[in-house]
Nanobody, 117 residues
Framework: VQLQAFGGGLVQAGGSLNLSCSAS???????LGWFRQAPGKERAFVST?????STYSADSVKGRFTISRDGGKVYLQMNNLKPEDTAVYYC???????????????WGQGTQVTVSS
């Protein structure tokens, strides 16, 4: 299984970005999620979606970020971005829907999101 994330970049506070991730291999039944790691901080959960469309999101992004999915592709629409959203964003695949990082078996390479104030 391989995952590739795209769509990061530099944006001003209040702006929007749409991240995408393509998962190859046997990921049809897997949950697909997004995590992020800010400089000097641990990797943290952002949002996840099951094959059937059930979702979980971190409190810090609720109302601003929307996760969606089309088969083996997962998207993260990020609106009203804040400087504290600056991080490397990773997509990942898990056999179960969870906010726990340790259940995600496969990881993409990450894409940088930088939000300027």
């Amino acid at each position: 299984v391989q995952l590739q994330a795209f769509g990061g970049g530099l944006v001003q506070a209040g702006g929007s970005l749409n991240l995408s991730c393509s998962a190859s291999g046997r990921t049809f039944s897997y949950a697909l999620g997004w995590f992020r790691q800010a400089p000097g901080k641990e990797r943290a959960f952002v949002s996840t979606i099951s094959r059937s469309g059930s979702t979980y999101s971190a409190d810090s992004v609720k109302g601003r970020f929307t996760i969606s999915r089309d088969g083996g592709k997962v998207y993260l629409q990020m609106n009203n971005l804040k400087p504290e959203d600056t991080a490397v964003y990773y997509c990942a695949a898990s056999p179960v829907l969870s906010m726990r990082m340790d259940v995600y078996k496969f990881w993409g390479q990450g894409t940088q999101v930088t939000v300027s104030s």
